[in-house]
């Protein structure tokens, strides 16, 4: 299993996360969180564009997975994000974390997802009938980081 | 010679992702002076430096951070992952 990829094809949550499961070194608990493309307000979302910086994006999700390890008793712990255009319900990302017991895969789950919002380079864009626009970062997405 | 990157609104905005300059600019606020003081696109995208993080060689990075050795510096609004 490769611990950080970063690709612009469709993937198969179940077939990750079985292959993840298989090899997380003999964890009693694998948790997981999956990122979708959701409808926008009006309802006429046509497709998603995400944009990264090559290399960079890399970079920070190595570092970001590297510290979820140092940080929590975990036997495994894998990142998975897309770029480029994708379609409504499409998945756009995934993590996967394994550990000895529930409460540190919990936890590093909600780690790597409180980071991956706003610390690595990725920005997203929404193309729709109603209107095409750069989808602006939540403060709540830079205050949950205070909470690690 | 430094290469330059530009991403999401700020490259849409400017017309190009990436350039080479040639730079006397010591930090990264130096360099976007320079970038500024060529008015048109770049005057408005580095009006308001609230919403534009800064990285040096994939680093995230403050402004007032040294440019010195630098091989690229990247501009971008707060990246929206997950």
Known sequence: ?148 | MLDLRYFAWLRERLGTGHETVETGAETVADLVEELKARGGAYAFVFDDLSGIRAAVDQDVVPFEAAISGAREVAFFPPMTGG
Do not use: C
Not at chain 1, 22 to 50: K, N
Not at chain 1, 95 to 107: K, N
């Open chain 1, 1 to 148: 299993m490769i611990p950080v990829r970063v690709q612009e094809a469709p993937f198969a949550m179940g077939a990750e996360l079985d292959a993840f499961a298989a090899e997380a070194g003999g964890a009693g608990a694998v948790v997981s969180f999956s990122g979708l493309v959701r409808d926008i307000a009006s309802g006429d979302l046509e497709a998603m564009e995400i944009e990264h910086y090559p290399g960079m994006t890399e970079k920070a999700l190595t570092a970001i997975r590297d510290e979820a390890m140092a940080r929590f008793s975990l036997t495994a712990a894998m990142i998975l994000h897309r770029h480029g255009r994708m379609a409504p319900g499409e998945p756009i990302m995934m993590v996967a974390t394994a550990a000895p017991h529930r409460a540190d895969a919990f936890a590093a789950a909600e780690f790597l997802m409180d980071y991956l919002k706003s610390r690595a380079p990725f920005w997203k864009k929404e193309i729709a009938a109603s209107g095409t626009g750069w989808v602006a970062a939540k403060d709540e997405d830079e205050a949950a980081l205070d909470r690690w």
